[in-house]
Structure formats: C-alpha cells, structure tokens
C-alpha cells in the first residue's frame, strides 16, 4: 500500500482541517505524490490559507545552516511568507495574530538536532500561548520507526538542536513528536509502517547537506562530528557520509574496521571540501558506507570513530563546545577527555519512551 501523508489525506479531505484562516508552516519539503507544494494543493482545495511561516532554510531551502530567507511573498501562491528561526515566546507569537489555525507540513529525519522538529515545538507552545489550534500533517521517519539510539537530553543542555528530553534516533514521525510535546492534532498517514525506510515517495533533500537517504541514515551520529575538530563533510557531495582531518593517517580505517560494526563498511578517502572546515584543503578521511540499513547503529558507530580517534590521535583530536548541545549533555565530552569508552553511555533504549505510538508496530 503507498503512503498517503497528512498533507494529501488533508488536500481530500479539507474538512479535516476544521474551519478558519490557516497558516502553514512548511518549506520545499512539504509537497503531495506529485510534487505540486502543499499550500498550493490546500488552496486549490479550498482551504481558507493566509500566510505560510519557514524554518530554518528558508521556504525555498536556500539558505545554508544557521540561516534563513527574508520574508516576502510566496510566488506559488501569492501567499506571505514569515520567517520564524530563531524567534521565541513574543517574537514568534506576534507573527501568528492573523490566522485561528496552525498547520505544520515539514519533512523530518528522526535526528534530535535536526531543528525542524523544534520549529514545531516553538510553533506548538506559541499555539497554546495563544489559544490556536495547532495540526501536524503527519509524514514517514525516513530512519523507520522500529529503533531508537542515544540518550535522553539532559536538564541544562537545551537549545535549539534541542528542547525537550528525546533520544538522539528518536524513532518517531513529527506527529508522534507533537503529541508528546504538546497539545497538538494530527492528520495521521496512510500505509505507513514502522519497518519503513524513506519518505514514501521521492526524496526531496530536506535541507542544503542532506542531500539523499543515505546522509539521514548516517546522520545522528556522523552530527557529532559538527562538535569536533573533524570536517564532517560540509562543502563536499557527501556530507556526513564523510568525515575527515589534516591529522589522520593509514592507521585510522584499519581500526575501525577492527570493530566489524554491523551494517556498514570503511573506504578510506580524500577530499577538500569548498566551505566548512578545512575549507579548499585536501584532507584525509573515511566515507561510511551503509550496507545493511535495519542493523546500521549510527549512533555506535559514531562513537566508535570518535573512541579510535580518541586512542590514535589524542594530542589533534579536539572537542568543541557545540559537542555538549549535540550529545545533550556533557557526559560524551567528559568520557573521551578521560580516554573511557563511550559505548557504556548508550542506554538500553526502546520506543517505550514515547507511550503511545499512533502507527502500529511490526517486527
């Protein structure tokens, strides 16, 4: 059975939505089966649409990270667009004065420090602030919804790669999320299955570095990297599939293929990315290669790479701040600083954590 998203089920079924005027928090991911932009398809439905609100990105996706695009007007539409990175409590409240109604419609990619889903939750608290109804249009985890890896965000450690106390792999769709963040509505998907991996239609990159599957797949842990003096391949055709320093040597593949983590294989390689970290630089690295995407641990894997760089290279290795926020608690930088290993940080984690879930289970 094909997926059938919250945004196509609403573009059917516009009743679904309610009534009033709606604002849409979406950008270029938020399309039906035919690639036609979600507002288009809820105007041409006759949904009483007023004003549509980006993220981090931008509506259009082409702003690079830790940006966005100024506001305007949408020319799918003619619809105003509204910016809300990096606004909080009044400042994102005063953009939603004229519309009764929020509707969110992003694609995900089951990673805590992917921000979309904490443009939601801001989104979300502004609703209940001001007393809006807030509906997500749900869509597929593309890492499935089976697996769930990392610790919980820790008391102190909140930011906007994370508010709220969620795994690393969280292991569930936006809806899901929402529900559990807040007082939230949700048009549910149909065919959508736990053991499912994509988007159920064509991959749409969600942002500038997340260029295909195979980048979300190796997303929640290769992001740490983001924390560290490594380039974690921004700049080059395979970011986070890649990472790499001036610093390595033949010594840094032969260990880490020593661990035979499953569902991934090593090649060793070069690169010089054209912006980023070691910017116009040929540097040695490693590219991940997923093999097997049910039993790939990212996030293992992730911390094996920094265990071995730890123990080969502890005089270059160096650990940024930005580690903690990532991680979502200092105990990662603390135990590679001592030389512990950090695997005995990975909980034991199920989706338990989240109650109720609104797909059913498989596998």
Known sequence: MAVRTGAERLAGEPGLAGTGRLGLITNFTGVLPDLRPTAVALLGAGLRLTALFGPEHGLRGTAQAGASEAAGIDADTGLPVLDTYERQGAALDELFGDVDVLLF????????????????????????????????????NPLGGLRVEGPLLQPGFESFVGRAPIPLRHGLTVGELALRLGAAEVVTMEGWTRDSFGTGGVWVPPSPNMPTLDTALVYPGTGLFEGTNLSEGRGTTRPFETIGAPFLDDRFVPALRDFELPGVVFRRTWFEPVFGKYAGEAVPGVQLHVV????????????????????????????????????????????????????????????????????????
């Open 292 to 363: 097997d995407r049910t039993t790939y641990e990212p996030v293992r894997t992730a911390l094996e790479l920094l265990h071995v760089l730890r123990q080969l290279y502890p005089d270059d290795l160096r650990l940024l701040p930005s580690l903690d926020r990532l991680w979502g608690s200092d105990s990662l930088r603390k135990a590679l600083e001592a030389g512990d290993d950090p695997l005995t940080l990975l909980p034991v984690a199920t989706l338990d954590w989240a109650g109720p879930l609104l797909y059913e289970r498989t596998g």
């Open 105 to 140: 419609d992003i694609q995900d990619v089951g990673t805590r420090f992917y921000t979309y889903i904490w443009t939601m939750y801001d989104c979300l608290q502004a609703a209940e602030r001001l007393g809006k109804r807030f509906v997500v249009l749900d869509r597929p």
